[in-house]
């Protein structure tokens, strides 16, 4: 159809109005229908409750922490002098998911109870960035991490003693209480 022959609205107006430049009105929220609300509440109420389902989207990953004992190697003498062992069999710490930790610590839980400050028996921080690891045994050395205090060694665990092993792997943070066993003969 010709711009020229354009339907008029009202033939006896003595202006033309031409439909394709008719102003747009906006319909007014009392004109909804009962029925378009409660579907707009329903809509609301349904992505509420997908969000509330799928809160998990939105945390940070959880850090999982477990740990085992198991009885130990012998360890070899070196160059004759008897090799000292443990009192305690090894302790195996297993992470989930693979960590670059930021820093170490391993506390006895009495010191915890009692000092505001608590002295760990074995500390390690990562200077600038330590490598991923999905597994850790007590007083095994970190690439990337060295100890808090220079030229420090662990102290060796006690059978029977509560302890906590405390990791932060940027701003996650994660502990675990254990027990260690006495050396399996």
Not at 33 to 38: D, E, F, I, L
Not at 63 to 70: A, G, K, L, P, V
Not at 92 to 119: A, C, D, G, Q, R
């Amino acid at each position: 159809m010709p711009w020229s022959r354009a339907r008029c609205r009202d033939p006896n107006a003595s202006t033309v109005s031409f439909e394709y430049f008719r102003p747009l009105q906006r319909q007014s929220f009392t004109l909804m229908t009962r029925k378009q609300w409660v579907l707009i509440a329903l809509a609301v109420v349904l992505g509420g409750f997908a969000l509330y389902l799928n809160r998990d989207w939105f945390a940070d990953d959880v850090i999982q922490i477990q740990s085992r004992s198991r009885p130990g190697r012998a360890v070899p003498s070196r160059r004759g002098r008897p090799a000292t062992q443990p009192e305690t069999d090894p302790v195996f710490f297993l992470f989930e998911p693979k960590l670059k930790l930021t820093s170490l610590k391993v506390i006895p839980i009495h010191e915890i109870e009692t000092n505001k400050y608590p002295h760990p028996i074995y500390y390690l921080v990562s200077d600038s960035n330590s490598v991923p690891i999905a597994e850790w045994s007590y007083a095994w050395p970190i690439r990337g991490m060295r100890p808090a205090v220079k030229g420090a060694t662990p102290d060796p665990l006690e059978p029977g003693v509560a302890y906590r092993l405390i990791i932060e792997a940027g701003k996650r943070k994660a502990e675990r209480d254990f027990v260690p066993k006495p050396r399996t003969p």
